[in-house]
């Protein structure tokens, strides 16, 4: 499997759906899906999770360059140990990737995805990348990685 191409598609998947939420909503515009469950909420997060650290870009730059780098790194040398491996890697680049398009593009990310069934912080599709990724990468971790002998 091409790790690259598929962190490279979902960065694609991600910047089209936050440019058709942009282009066919106004700002806080909802439009239920599912009823009680699910919507589309359009808002612009100019922080992370719930809003944390809210027009603190110079922050979200440098950690997120630093996070890619490591994960470029890493990436690199991790992507062909397993297949679990090179696609939490993928999951987790693109998603970091995605997000930080629209902090340097825009000064905010672009979220849409609202569960309404509980108080949760609205995301988008790097969101969903880059938690799967981690909860991958910790399977593998957990389940999978043999201990290292010293």
């Not at 987790?92 to 979220?111: E, H, K, Q, T």
Request: proline letters at 1%; one cysteine or more.
């Amino acid at each position: 499997m091409n790790y690259n191409l598929l962190a490279a598609l979902l960065i694609i998947i991600d910047q089209i759906t936050k440019w058709n939420i942009v282009q066919n909503f106004e700002l806080y515009q909802e439009k239920v899906i599912v009823p009680g469950f699910f919507s589309l909420f359009y808002i612009q997060n100019e922080g992370a999770a719930w809003g944390i650290f809210q027009g603190k870009m110079v922050f979200f730059y440098l950690v997120t360059l630093i996070v890619v780098g490591y994960l470029v790194y890493m990436f690199q040398q991790e992507k062909n140990k397993t297949k679990l491996v090179g696609i939490s890697f993928a999951l987790i680049l693109s998603g970091a990737i995605g997000n930080f398009i629209d902090r340097l593009l825009n000064g905010y990310v672009v979220d849409m995805f609202r569960l309404d069934f509980i108080n949760f912080p609205i995301f988008n599709v790097a969101d969903v990348c880059l938690t799967v990724g981690v909860v991958l990468m910790l399977i593998h971790v957990l389940f999978f990685e043999k201990e290292e002998k010293l």
